[in-house]
């Protein structure tokens, strides 16, 4: 509540607020009381634009008017006065709002002047509770949440142990997978929180982690276009990525997720290569790069400072599940059909994937390039098709009958 709001800090401005906001109930207590003091029946209290408030009696009792009320006006069957406090009351309810409006004003010119004379500590006092509201939060947050003290050090590094991503592990219902990492001479999003948090002075969500100075953190990640002003999804995607590789320093932290999606395969391989080459060999910042070109892997090998890690994932009973945990080394195959299964495409879609996916397995071990190239989705290669398997993947065990379940094992008998 600001003090021009709050009541009994202006006597004046209170009785303006106080008629403006309580006309009503006035004239009803006004009018009850004069009835009981004059033992007029009749009386009523009243008001119009040409005369006012006014005291109105019924002409048979007008002779039991008091004397100090003063006719204000004469009607065929009734008799209009007006009395001192009505008459007071008059004159402060019909300006009350705007004298208010303009006792306020003044209360706040003179309190202005009087801040004036103390602005100087007031400031520093409002800094320090600022400050103190900050850390208090810090402090709730990190019992609650149970965060750990990060070490800050002068030492080029970021390492940690058991991160967590805080809002995930909010919104999740199992538990949330602990990561560790360590990037140093030596040797995504989670990542940057925490580092974020230990550098305004918050504990981590981590079980230990040191960290030497950053200073700034560098993301490319998502998709999104500026089709208002002409930049398609892949110029965006390259202005940010510039903006990373120009300005980034060997004390940056660096998110790139999927470098060359938008463009053609070959294009966005080189691309995407170039500029983690240019990150490990160049810029040196502490980079984490994410990326489906398996063919990136190979750079472990250029570059000292460079490791491959991937997150851990198995099938079970030909199912697909993530485990979320970061074990070192590359991918051993890719996970993009089953994604795609698990995300709800069509089974038929599935099922022309893989065919396509043999095709091109197929065309990239005989011919790795075409002469445009690029690998060519038009020609279905004959050996990649397994009409026994077409058959197994066409079939639905859950929505079949025992009877029609045997006719379909004696069909897959006789391919």
Known sequence: MTLANRSAYDDELDDLRAIAENADQYLVDLEVRERERTGIATLKLGYNRVHGYYIEISKAQADKAPVEYVRRQTLKSAERYITPELKT?????????ERALSREKYLYEKLLDALHEVLEPLQRSV???????VLTCFAERAQA??????????????EIEGGRHL?????????????DLSLSEDKMRQTALIVILAHIGSFVPADKLRVGPIDRIFTRI????????????FMVEMTETATILNNATEQSL???????????????????????????????AFTLFA???????????????CDNVHLDATEHKGQLVFLHSVRPGPANQSYGLQVASLAGVPNDVIRRARKYLKTLESQQAAQPQSPQGQLDLSVEDASAVDPVRDAVDALDPDSMTPREALDALYRLKGL
């Open 89 to 97: 009351f008059e004159d402060k309810v019909l300006g009350a709002r």
């Open 127 to 133: 800094a320090g509770l600022a400050e103190l509201d």
């Open 145 to 158: 949440l149970g965060l750990s003290q990060p070490e800050i050090c002068d030492v080029p590094c970021i």
């Open 167 to 179: 809002v995930v592990e909010q919104v999740i219902d199992t538990p949330f997978i602990a990561n």
């Open 222 to 233: 998502g998709a999104s276009d500026d089709l208002a002003g002409g930049r398609s999804t």
């Open 254 to 284: 660096v998110l790139m997720d999927e470098i060359g999606r938008g463009t053609s395969t070959f294009d966005g391989l080189s691309l995407a290569w170039a500029a983690a080459h240019h990150m490990g060999e160049k810029v040196k």
């Open 291 to 305: 990326t489906h070109y398996f063919e990136l892997t190979a750079l472990a090998q250029e570059i000292p400072r």
